[in-house]
């Protein structure tokens, strides 16, 4: 695949399009999608599915949007393999009037972001940018994120999909395309239908640099101490009153420094996270988010926050304390180690691209966490996300292309070992 072919997918060109779309999700709301302004890209998306001969393609009263690629091949035992990419953008930056920026045949230079000159992508820190010198760098202009997390993975697997169709000389077997919304806070598939997908396996596009592939993410859970104090009026409270919000306090400050928190972990070590605090004297709540790849180090984490809480508890007479945990996501390795084929024919289609495999272990979750653990597998592929989540980030065409081509290679590599 020469990149002038690749061209005419036209994968910069629509992703573009896409990044001016508002479809930042909302960790606030109680609705599905968590943003209305999401189902805006995703109806826009069935339009352009069904232009290119996706004729199936439709959105679910969810938001999902799902539509099937044709089988090319003669042969009838080719497994129907998926490719998945979420919408929304993430509530920690600005995702609205993105005003995209091509900058052409990248010299290596520090990009100035022209709408806040404070804002420097420099490649002296961004180690990845140092590499693309002759690279189409596209940034958004300084006020907003860019949205390359995830819109480069909708636009590949958008002009995947267009590329397949118009080569039908390219044998394969039939593949299921999919976008979904919300992965950004943490409930990309909550209502999605594995059985109505109908793919054995599939593979996200919401990765790093280009030729990283991941089959591992942290286990996670939600953790909630609540620490119940008693409540009377100021002015009479001697020997009454028990402040809650002190005792949460004394158990925050117990919390090892270093040591087991994000700022001070790294690689395969896990980490416990209070994020947010619902405090007030009669009752406080510290919210967590526990961390780690083995499964089992999540227990063990939860019982030294419980220890902790006894001990904070104990020193202040009259107060208590309850505790409340839920499952968020579960290692996908788990369950692919149980699939190798899926992995392994996802590397065979990234080295085919000519690109050096990079496997790593996600700190974090995707949606092919809980996917995996729903009956369907589902590892990660990279899109060409870069500087995630804040307004230096950043994405290059030419990675991009390489996308495209690796989502092709894939699908040819399920029907060649088929």
């Known amino acids: 695949m020469t990149r002038t072919e690749l061209q005419s997918t036209s994968v910069a060109e629509r992703f573009l399009r896409y990044v001016q779309v508002d479809t930042q999700s909302s960790d606030r709301s109680s609705t599905y999608p968590s943003t209305p302004k999401q189902l805006v890209l995703l109806e826009q998306l069935v339009e352009e599915l069904k ?71 420099r490649p002296s820190e961004l180690k990845q940018l140092a590499k693309k010198v002759g690279h189409d760098i596209i940034t958004a202009s300084g006020k907003t994120l860019l949205g390359a997390d995830d819109k480069a993975g909708v636009a590949e697997i958008m002009a995947a ?21 919300d992965e950004e806070v943490g409930a990309g598939v909550v209502h999605f239908d594995v059985k109505r997908f109908g793919a054995v396996a599939a593979y996200t596009l919401d990765g790093g640099p280009v030729g990283t592939f991941e089959i591992e993410t942290f286990s996670a859970d939600a953790m909630t101490i609540t620490f119940q104090g008693f409540n009377t009026h100021p002015g009479y409270a001697k020997g009454r ?35 947010q605090i619902d405090a007030s004297v009669d009752r406080t709540s510290v919210r967590f988010i526990i961390r780690d790849f083995a499964t089992p ?37 788990e369950v692919l180690e149980k699939h190798p084929e899926i992995a392994d024919n996802a590397r065979e289609g990234i080295r085919r691209a000519g690109l050096e495999l990079t496997e790593g272990a996600i700190r974090g979750g995707t949606d092919g966490s809980r996917l995996s653990y729903m ?36 699908a040819r590599v399920w029907e060649e070992r088929a």
Not at 64 to 71: E, K, N, S
Not at 82 to 107: C, M, Q, W
Not at 396 to 409: L, R, S
């Open 51 to 121: 232009a290119i001969g996706l004729t199936d393609a439709a959105r679910d009263d969810w938001g999902y949007v799902m539509a099937t690629i044709p089988a090319t091949t003669k042969k009838t035992n080719v497994p129907v393999i998926g490719f998945l990419a979420h919408v929304d953008t993430s509530p920690e930056a600005e995702g609205a009037g993105v005003r995209p920026i091509v900058h052409k045949n990248y010299a290596g230079q520090d990009i100035t972001l022209p709408d806040d000159p404070s804002v420097v992508l």
């Open 241 to 275: 009153m028990v402040n809650s919000i002190k005792v949460a306090a004394d158990f925050i400050g117990r919390l090892p420094d270093p040591g087991l928190s994000p700022e001070t972990t790294e690689g395969r070590e896990g980490f416990v996270h209070p994020n």
């Open 375 to 410: 009956g369907l597998p589902t590892p990660n592929v990279f899109a060409a996300e870069y500087s995630i989540h804040s307004r230096l980030e950043w994405t290059t065409v030419q990675d991009m292309e390489k996308a495209v081509e690796v989502i092709v290679n894939i």
């Open 161 to 181: 999909a267009e590329y397949l169709i118009q080569h039908p000389e390219i044998a394969h077997g039939t593949i299921r395309v999919g976008f979904t919304p």
């Open 297 to 333: 180090g999540l227990r063990e984490k939860e019982h030294f926050l419980e220890k902790l809480a006894a001990e904070a508890s104990a020193a202040w007479p009259g107060s208590s304390f309850s505790v409340e945990v839920k499952e968020s996501y579960r290692n996908m390795r």
